[in-house]
């Protein structure tokens, strides 16, 4: 019987080293997928058309080198996000967070220079006539930050991943040393990983789909509040939409079931342990 509990015991163990070592994984690795699809983006161009690509850490370029023809093969691809990013100013999107992949830029306020996260949204002071005010000591307009709240937290989020991951390392760790039942809270926390960024992902598109204000409503009046395709193909406008899992999130659903594995180890262990 012992034996038998020391084998259940080193078996939740060394799963949940492996969970652990793909947490750390999967931390660089894309986890999801978008692209946008239509005839003015040609193929021969935009192999996979405008491409983004999301990390639990941020969202990225996902456009690769156009390699179709000899005359055009390059190895560098389009700035796929800077692009999209410019599909859904046109509609009234609000700018994509970036994360730890977001770039800044230096903003002149007031004769100082001022870094500025891009995706910050900026508007005109207006007086009682619906007039600019003027600003009297640099002679332009007066600027506001409107950026919404959402945007922030989300970029606070993706930004602080690395500090949430290695929290979920620390949990699985005290989960292996410590032959309580009671810590089987320890592994469910992390084995959640892959619907953490389900449930982020699916309720930012909603968001962002739902606030198409950003320039009182884009120059696409005839589109209303939606919800981006989440999986599989949709149409938006003239566009096709695409999106689908990446390898990634394959491996933070491997983190699941490694550590539902452990789980049910270290289950047997203690029960045998306790006879």
Not at 45 to 54: A, V, W
Request: proline letters at 5%; aromatic letters at 18%; hydrophobic letters at 45%.
């Amino acid at each position: 019987m012992e034996n038998k509990s020391n084998k259940f015991g080193l078996f939740y163990k060394i799963f949940g080293i492996v969970g652990i070592l793909l947490i750390i994984g999967v931390y660089f690795m894309p986890i999801w997928w978008v692209a946008l699809q239509s005839r003015q983006y040609p193929k021969s161009m935009y192999p996979k058309g405008i491409r983004i690509e999301f990390k639990y850490n941020g969202v990225y370029n996902g456009c690769e080198g156009v390699k179709e023809r000899a005359e055009i093969t390059t190895n560098e691809g389009a700035e796929c996000l800077t692009e999209m990013n410019a599909i859904n100013h046109y509609i009234g999107m609000f700018p994509i967070v970036r994360g730890i992949n977001s770039r800044v830029y230096k903003k002149h306020n007031k004769g100082e220079r001022k870094v500025v996260p891009e995706y910050w949204v900026f508007d005109t002071v207006k007086d009682a006539n619906g007039e600019d005010v003027i600003d009297p000591e640099t002679g332009s307009a007066k600027e506001i930050n409107v950026t919404p709240k959402y945007l922030n937290i989300l970029n606070g989020i993706l930004v602080n991943s690395k500090y949430i991951f290695a929290v979920f390392v620390l949990f699985a760790i005290y989960f292996i040393v410590t032959p309580k039942r009671k810590n089987s809270l320890f592994a469910i926390l992390p084995a959640l990983l892959p619907f953490y960024f389900l449930f982020l992902y699916a309720y930012s598109m909603y968001w962002y789909g739902h606030h198409l204000d950003l320039h009182g409503g884009g120059a696409f009046s005839g589109i209303k509040p939606f919800m981006p395709t989440i999986f599989g193909h949709g149409k938006v406008a003239q566009f096709e939409t695409v999106s689908f899992p990446y390898y990634g999130f394959i491996i933070a659903v491997l983190v699941f079931v490694v550590f539902i594995f452990a789980l049910l180890f270290k289950k047997k262990y203690i029960s045998l342990q306790n006879k």
